[in-house]
Protein backbone atom coordinates (compact mmCIF):
# COMPACT_ATOMS: atom_id res chain seq x y z
CA UNK A 1 0.00 0.00 0.00
CA UNK A 2 1.51 3.15 -0.54
CA UNK A 3 2.32 5.52 2.27
CA UNK A 4 4.00 8.91 2.62
CA UNK A 5 7.26 8.69 4.37
CA UNK A 6 9.38 11.05 6.27
CA UNK A 7 13.03 11.52 7.33
CA UNK A 8 14.63 11.95 9.94
CA UNK A 9 12.38 9.86 11.81
CA UNK A 10 14.65 11.60 15.10
CA UNK A 11 16.62 15.47 15.11
CA UNK A 12 18.33 16.84 17.41
CA UNK A 13 19.29 19.99 16.93
CA UNK A 14 20.87 23.53 19.06
CA UNK A 15 18.55 26.35 19.11
CA UNK A 16 19.00 28.65 16.02
CA UNK A 17 20.28 25.76 13.99
CA UNK A 18 18.68 25.07 10.85
CA UNK A 19 16.55 21.99 10.34
CA UNK A 20 15.27 20.39 7.25
CA UNK A 21 12.48 17.67 7.85
CA UNK A 22 11.91 15.79 4.31
CA UNK A 23 8.74 14.04 3.25
CA UNK A 24 8.03 11.50 -0.09
CA UNK A 25 4.28 12.41 -0.74
CA UNK A 26 2.24 9.59 -2.06
CA UNK A 27 3.29 9.61 -6.17
CA UNK A 28 -0.09 10.27 -7.59
CA UNK A 29 -1.42 12.83 -4.86
CA UNK A 30 -1.33 16.52 -6.03
CA UNK A 31 -1.44 18.02 -2.39
CA UNK A 32 0.87 18.29 0.07
CA UNK A 33 0.62 19.46 4.09
CA UNK A 34 2.46 19.96 7.02
CA UNK A 35 1.37 19.59 10.71
CA UNK A 36 2.88 19.55 13.93
CA UNK A 37 1.75 18.04 17.79
CA UNK A 38 3.79 19.61 20.38
CA UNK A 39 3.88 17.13 23.10
CA UNK A 40 0.31 16.54 25.00
CA UNK A 41 -1.42 19.25 22.34
CA UNK A 42 -3.62 18.73 19.74
CA UNK A 43 -2.03 18.69 15.85
CA UNK A 44 -2.10 21.72 14.50
CA UNK A 45 -1.92 22.97 10.93
CA UNK A 46 1.11 24.66 9.47
CA UNK A 47 1.11 24.84 5.42
CA UNK A 48 -0.76 23.54 2.37
CA UNK A 49 0.77 23.08 -0.69
CA UNK A 50 -0.58 22.98 -4.24
CA UNK A 51 0.93 23.64 -7.59
CA UNK A 52 4.05 24.76 -6.40
CA UNK A 53 2.58 27.24 -4.25
CA UNK A 54 1.58 27.60 -0.35
CA UNK A 55 -2.29 27.61 -0.74
CA UNK A 56 -2.92 27.98 3.00
CA UNK A 57 -1.01 28.75 6.10
CA UNK A 58 -1.45 29.21 9.43
CA UNK A 59 -0.15 31.91 12.34
CA UNK A 60 2.65 29.36 13.65
CA UNK A 61 4.11 28.93 10.00
CA UNK A 62 6.10 32.59 10.21
CA UNK A 63 8.66 33.86 8.22
CA UNK A 64 11.24 30.99 9.87
CA UNK A 65 9.51 28.51 8.18
CA UNK A 66 9.53 27.66 4.33
CA UNK A 67 8.30 24.83 2.07
CA UNK A 68 9.62 23.59 -1.09
CA UNK A 69 9.14 20.68 -3.67
CA UNK A 70 12.42 20.57 -5.16
CA UNK A 71 12.16 17.80 -7.49
CA UNK A 72 8.86 16.67 -8.12
CA UNK A 73 8.62 13.85 -5.18
CA UNK A 74 10.34 15.05 -1.98
CA UNK A 75 8.52 17.70 -0.21
CA UNK A 76 10.47 19.56 2.52
CA UNK A 77 9.91 21.73 5.34
CA UNK A 78 12.78 24.21 6.58
CA UNK A 79 13.07 26.09 10.19
CA UNK A 80 15.72 28.57 9.51
CA UNK A 81 16.48 29.23 13.28
CA UNK A 82 14.63 26.98 15.63
CA UNK A 83 13.53 28.17 18.92
CA UNK A 84 12.78 25.68 21.55
CA UNK A 85 9.52 25.81 21.07
CA UNK A 86 9.66 24.09 17.78
CA UNK A 87 10.52 21.07 19.84
CA UNK A 88 7.77 18.83 18.19
CA UNK A 89 6.46 15.81 16.00
CA UNK A 90 6.31 16.88 12.63
CA UNK A 91 3.98 15.34 10.22
CA UNK A 92 3.49 15.46 6.28
CA UNK A 93 0.83 14.44 4.71
CA UNK A 94 -1.05 14.19 1.22
CA UNK A 95 -3.99 13.45 -0.74
CA UNK A 96 -5.23 12.97 -4.42
CA UNK A 97 -7.26 15.98 -4.86
CA UNK A 98 -9.90 18.45 -2.71
CA UNK A 99 -12.40 18.88 -1.78
CA UNK A 100 -12.84 15.99 0.85
CA UNK A 101 -10.02 13.65 -0.46
CA UNK A 102 -8.89 11.66 2.56
CA UNK A 103 -5.35 12.79 3.85
CA UNK A 104 -2.68 10.36 4.62
CA UNK A 105 -0.19 10.87 7.44
CA UNK A 106 3.68 10.16 7.38
CA UNK A 107 4.98 8.37 10.64
CA UNK A 108 6.32 11.89 11.90
CA UNK A 109 9.61 13.01 12.35
CA UNK A 110 9.95 14.32 15.92
CA UNK A 111 12.32 17.36 16.34
CA UNK A 112 14.12 18.10 19.72
CA UNK A 113 15.68 21.55 20.03
CA UNK A 114 18.06 21.89 23.19
CA UNK B 1 -9.47 28.99 20.39
CA UNK B 2 -10.57 25.48 20.53
CA UNK B 3 -12.73 25.21 17.82
CA UNK B 4 -13.14 21.21 17.79
CA UNK B 5 -13.47 19.53 20.76
CA UNK B 6 -13.00 16.26 22.54
CA UNK B 7 -14.22 16.88 26.28
CA UNK B 8 -13.27 13.26 27.45
CA UNK B 9 -9.36 12.71 27.37
CA UNK B 10 -9.86 8.90 27.95
CA UNK B 11 -12.23 6.02 27.74
CA UNK B 12 -12.41 2.61 28.42
CA UNK B 13 -14.79 -0.27 27.37
CA UNK B 14 -14.62 -4.03 27.31
CA UNK B 15 -13.87 -5.77 24.34
CA UNK B 16 -17.28 -6.33 22.35
CA UNK B 17 -19.38 -3.65 23.92
CA UNK B 18 -19.80 -0.07 22.07
CA UNK B 19 -17.04 2.66 22.21
CA UNK B 20 -18.63 6.15 21.69
CA UNK B 21 -16.46 8.78 21.23
CA UNK B 22 -18.05 12.52 21.30
CA UNK B 23 -16.79 15.77 19.69
CA UNK B 24 -18.01 19.05 19.68
CA UNK B 25 -17.34 22.02 17.32
CA UNK B 26 -17.96 25.28 17.47
CA UNK B 27 -17.81 27.03 13.85
CA UNK B 28 -20.54 26.98 12.30
CA UNK B 29 -18.62 27.52 8.90
CA UNK B 30 -17.59 23.72 9.19
CA UNK B 31 -18.93 21.50 6.80
CA UNK B 32 -16.53 17.99 6.51
CA UNK B 33 -15.96 16.67 9.36
CA UNK B 34 -13.04 13.53 10.17
CA UNK B 35 -11.85 10.79 12.41
CA UNK B 36 -8.62 9.88 12.77
CA UNK B 37 -6.98 7.32 14.84
CA UNK B 38 -3.52 7.36 15.89
CA UNK B 39 -1.14 4.63 17.50
CA UNK B 40 2.16 5.85 19.66
CA UNK B 41 4.83 6.71 17.13
CA UNK B 42 2.82 6.37 13.87
CA UNK B 43 1.28 9.06 12.42
CA UNK B 44 -3.07 9.64 11.98
CA UNK B 45 -4.60 6.92 10.22
CA UNK B 46 -8.07 8.16 8.33
CA UNK B 47 -11.13 6.07 9.94
CA UNK B 48 -13.86 7.53 8.75
CA UNK B 49 -15.54 11.31 7.47
CA UNK B 50 -18.78 13.02 7.13
CA UNK B 51 -20.12 15.73 5.36
CA UNK B 52 -22.68 17.99 6.42
CA UNK B 53 -25.14 17.02 4.58
CA UNK B 54 -25.63 14.08 5.79
CA UNK B 55 -26.11 12.78 9.61
CA UNK B 56 -24.83 9.37 9.60
CA UNK B 57 -22.09 7.50 8.02
CA UNK B 58 -21.30 3.98 8.29
CA UNK B 59 -18.24 1.89 7.24
CA UNK B 60 -18.38 -1.64 8.80
CA UNK B 61 -17.81 -1.22 12.83
CA UNK B 62 -17.31 2.07 12.62
CA UNK B 63 -20.42 4.40 12.50
CA UNK B 64 -20.24 8.86 12.57
CA UNK B 65 -22.90 10.48 13.84
CA UNK B 66 -23.40 14.59 12.96
CA UNK B 67 -26.02 16.56 14.79
CA UNK B 68 -25.57 19.87 13.35
CA UNK B 69 -27.91 22.00 15.32
CA UNK B 70 -25.97 21.26 18.80
CA UNK B 71 -22.49 20.99 16.60
CA UNK B 72 -21.86 17.30 17.77
CA UNK B 73 -20.44 14.55 16.46
CA UNK B 74 -19.51 11.13 17.41
CA UNK B 75 -17.91 8.17 16.69
CA UNK B 76 -19.35 4.19 17.18
CA UNK B 77 -17.09 1.76 17.44
CA UNK B 78 -19.49 -1.78 17.71
CA UNK B 79 -18.10 -4.48 18.88
CA UNK B 80 -14.72 -2.72 20.34
CA UNK B 81 -11.86 -4.96 19.72
CA UNK B 82 -8.46 -4.82 21.77
CA UNK B 83 -7.10 -3.48 18.35
CA UNK B 84 -8.75 -0.66 18.71
CA UNK B 85 -7.20 0.85 21.86
CA UNK B 86 -5.48 4.05 20.20
CA UNK B 87 -6.18 7.72 20.32
CA UNK B 88 -8.64 8.96 18.31
CA UNK B 89 -8.81 12.39 16.91
CA UNK B 90 -11.61 14.41 15.58
CA UNK B 91 -10.94 16.52 13.25
CA UNK B 92 -13.67 19.27 10.94
CA UNK B 93 -12.60 21.58 7.87
CA UNK B 94 -14.09 24.32 5.64
CA UNK B 95 -14.50 22.77 2.30
CA UNK B 96 -17.25 25.31 1.16
CA UNK B 97 -14.87 28.17 2.06
CA UNK B 98 -12.25 27.07 0.51
CA UNK B 99 -10.06 26.21 3.76
CA UNK B 100 -7.46 23.29 2.93
CA UNK B 101 -6.57 22.79 6.60
CA UNK B 102 -8.37 19.97 9.19
CA UNK B 103 -8.65 21.48 12.41
CA UNK B 104 -8.52 18.65 15.23
CA UNK B 105 -9.31 18.14 18.85
CA UNK B 106 -7.46 17.05 21.30
CA UNK B 107 -7.88 13.88 21.32
CA UNK B 108 -9.49 10.92 23.61
CA UNK B 109 -7.61 7.45 24.57
CA UNK B 110 -9.30 4.86 23.76
CA UNK B 111 -8.57 1.55 25.94
CA UNK B 112 -9.90 -1.75 24.77
CA UNK B 113 -9.73 -4.07 27.45
CA UNK B 114 -10.19 -7.76 26.60
Known amino acids: EPEVTQTPSHQVTQMGQEVILRCVPISNHLYFYWYRQILGQKVEFLVS????????KSEIFDDQFSVERPDGSNFTLKIRSTKLEDSAMYFC????????????FGEGSRLTVL | DQQVKQNSPSLSVQEGRISILNCDYT??????FLWYKKYPAEGPTFLIS?????DKNEDGRFTVFLNKSAKHLSLHIVPSQPGDSAVYFCAASEVQGGSEKLVFGKGTKLTVNP
Open chain 1, 93 to 104: ASKVGVPTGELF
Open chain 1, 49 to 56: FYNNEISE
Open chain 2, 50 to 54: ISSIK
Open chain 2, 27 to 32: NSMFDY
